[in-house]
Nanobody
Framework: QVQLVESGGGLVQAGGSLRLSCAASGRTFSRYNMGWFRQAPGKERELVAACTVGSTYYIDSVKGRFTISTDSGKNTVYLQMNSLKLEDTAVYYC?????????????WGQGTQVTVSS
């Protein structure tokens, strides 16, 4: 059974940093099969960052501030978030998919709250 467990969320002041971690168990995922999403209150869930073959995807609003990375030995994906803004406040979800060719993610973590205060 696949499980994704996020950690590292919390309350941070604007301009601060947080590092989210997501540990996968039950199977091994390639870096191309994992990503980070977020959902703010009243908004749709959006893909924040993901590794694609040959490049890395970031939503425009986090480019230059967030960095996704993976540790294949630990089957873990990270999201380093710097220069956090109020609008980054959301529940952040780690997700994984069976095929790197697919746009659909089959596996989801429980989410971790990130709150940025002024």
């Amino acid at each position: 059974q696949v499980q994704l467990v996020e950690s590292g969320g919390g309350l941070v002041q604007a301009g601060g940093s947080l590092r989210l971690s997501c540990a996968a168990s039950g199977r091994t995922f390639s870096r191309y099969n994992m990503g980070w999403f977020r959902q703010a209150p009243g908004k749709e869930r959006e893909l924040v960052a993901a590794c694609t073959v040959g490049s890395t995807y970031y939503i425009d609003s986090v480019k230059g501030r967030f960095t996704i990375s993976t540790d294949s030995g630990k089957n873990t994906v990270y999201l380093q978030m710097n220069s956090l803004k109020l609008e980054d406040t959301a529940v952040y979800y780690c997700a994984a998919k069976d095929s790197f060719l697919s746009r659909e993610y089959e596996y989801w973590g429980q989410g971790t709250q990130v709150t940025v205060s002024s």
